[in-house]
T-cell receptor
Framework: AQTVTQSQPEMSVQEAETVTLSCTYDTSESDYYLFWYKQPPSRQMILVIRQEAYKQQNATENRFSVNFQKAAKSFSLKISDSQLGDAAMYFCAYNRGDSNYQLIWGAGTKLIIKP | ETGVTQSPTHLIKTRGQQVTLRCSSQSGHNTVSWYQQALGQGPQFIFQYYREEENGRGNFPPRFSGLQFPNYSSELNVNALELDDSALYLC?????????????FGPGTRLLVL
């Protein structure tokens, strides 16, 4: 069975600095999708970034980028120039990439931004 | 805004009761998934509907059931509520047939079972 592990329950970073959130996963599939979602106190899950496993190039979205290491089954999120609005729970999620769109989630990392 | 709405936002029930949670999404989002998120945890997949048929289910008992309607709205029904059913319930909608499409989440319904 696929699993997703986030080993950092909480991380804090000074505003404008860079922070990296860790995620590891376990799967026997060769093709799949990985996601980082943000859940602010408003509770609504917002997609931050996604990575297709068949793509070697790491995904980037403005200040957000990932370090995807397929062999190590690692998928970390780097947030550059951290802003107060980045404070939230961040969840790493896995999808098998077929017609079953089920997302398997990590336990989340709470990101605190210090002004 | 994701175009996905859920009602009610909060709900309090007692053990043994039944509850119906609702989700609405924009036209074309013919795949809807429901997740249960216990406090301090990541979401757990309950089930998924595509074109009004259940086509995927997580490790949840049959007292969790659902419906999807032609207007892209959906319901999650839970019978015989238990204390452990207290959680945030999220629905996510997307266009089916192309798994590259992004899932859009609603703001959730917070259910408290006493």
């Amino acid at each position: 069975a696929q699993t997703v592990t986030q080993s950092q329950p909480e991380m804090s970073v000074q505003e404008a600095e860079t922070v990296t959130l860790s995620c590891t996963y376990d799967t026997s599939e060769s093709d799949y999708y990985l996601f980082w979602y943000k859940q602010p106190p408003s509770r609504q899950m917002i997609l931050v970034i996604r990575q297709e496993a068949y793509k070697q190039q790491n995904a980037t979205e403005n200040r957000f980028s990932v370090n995807f290491q397929k062999a190590a089954k690692s998928f970390s999120l780097k947030i550059s120039d951290s802003q107060l609005g980045d404070a939230a729970m961040y969840f790493c999620a896995y999808n098998r990439g077929d017609s079953n769109y089920q997302l398997i989630w990590g336990a989340g990392t709470k990101l605190i931004i210090k002004p | 805004e994701t175009g996905v709405t859920q009602s009610p936002t909060h709900l309090i029930k007692t053990r043994g009761q039944q509850v119906t949670l609702r989700c609405s999404s924009q036209s074309g989002h013919n795949t809807v998934s429901w997740y249960q998120q216990a406090l301090g945890q990541g979401p757990q997949f309950i089930f998924q509907y595509y074109r009004e048929e259940e086509n995927g289910r997580g490790n949840f008992p049959p007292r969790f059931s659902g419906l999807q309607f032609p207007n892209y709205s959906s319901e999650l029904n839970v019978n015989a509520l238990e204390l452990d059913d207290s959680a945030l319930y999220l629905c996510a909608a997307k266009r089916g047939g192309a798994y590259q499409e992004t899932q859009y989440f609603g703001p959730g319904t917070r259910l408290l079972v006493l």
